[in-house]
């Protein structure tokens, strides 16, 4: 176990649908990533946040959304989904800005 | 662009038997890290090589990381069939003025046959 916790752990939903993923880093961890994982596009850098500030953008798309609140919990927001948005999404934390990343177990997220 | 190129993609391999995997990539950067995951699962962290040289060992696992030639091994002796999974390298980068770069490769999905 890693110590970040994301919930749900799997999501259905329908397509034009708005879907909020959790993550809870490991304790003292200030910095936390976002990645999403499909068959085509393999593991993805989302976007970074740092102690409630963001620090990094990847591919991330225009509908997609995130935060981190003062407790460092973060929250990926997703909308206007698409049948493509079906992937594993993963939310990773590191002490620092810099430093090895520990992952969750994942939200795999089903869109129909 | 970072760049970070892992092969072989697939690999199957007898119990018993050597192989290595090999990670390239196209910046400077002596940070990389090697993570296993199962079907389905979680990314777990193998190993963390934080200089040029540096060579890590746990259980049938060996990962080493050469800064020159840009080029990380995760080396692996004796296979069993519990190291059947998803193996992916990462490069850590931190640009001058630009915010950090932690990039995964395509991962090498290894199987490991009786």
């Known amino acids: 176990d890693s110590g970040v916790t994301q919930t749900p752990k799997h999501l259905i939903t329908a397509t034009g649908q708005r879907v909020t993923l959790r993550c809870s880093p490991r304790s003292g961890d200030l910095s936390v990533y976002w990645y999403q994982q499909s068959l085509d596009q393999g593991l993805q850098f989302l976007i970074q946040y740092y102690n409630g500030e963001e620090r990094a953008k990847g591919n991330i798309l225009e509908r997609f959304s995130a935060q981190q609140f003062p407790d460092l919990h973060s929250e990926l927001n997703l909308s206007s989904l698409e049948l493509g948005d079906s992937a594993l999404y993963f939310c990773?934390?590191?002490?620092?800005?810099?430093?090895?990343?520990?992952f969750g177990q994942g939200t795999r997220l089903t869109v129909v | 662009e970072l760049k970070v190129e892992q092969n072989p993609l697939f690999l199957s391999m007898q119990e018993g038997k050597n192989y290595t995997i090999y990670c390239n990539y196209s910046t400077t950067s002596d940070r990389l890290y090697w993570y296993r995951q199962d079907p389905g699962k979680s990314l777990e962290s193998l190993f963390v090589l934080l200089s040029n040289g540096a060579v890590k060992q746990e259980g049938r696992l060996m990962a080493s990381l050469d800064t020159k030639a840009r080029l990380s091994t995760l080396h692996i002796t004796a296979a069993v069939h519990d190291l059947s999974a998803t193996y992916f390298c990462?490069?850590?980068?931190?640009?001058?003025?630009?915010?950090?770069?932690?990039?995964f490769g395509s991962g090498t999905q290894l199987t490991v046959l009786p």
């Open positions: 990773a934390s590191s002490t620092s800005v810099w430093g090895e990343a520990f």
């Open positions: 990462a490069v850590d980068i931190l640009p001058l003025g630009s915010a950090r770069q932690l990039t």
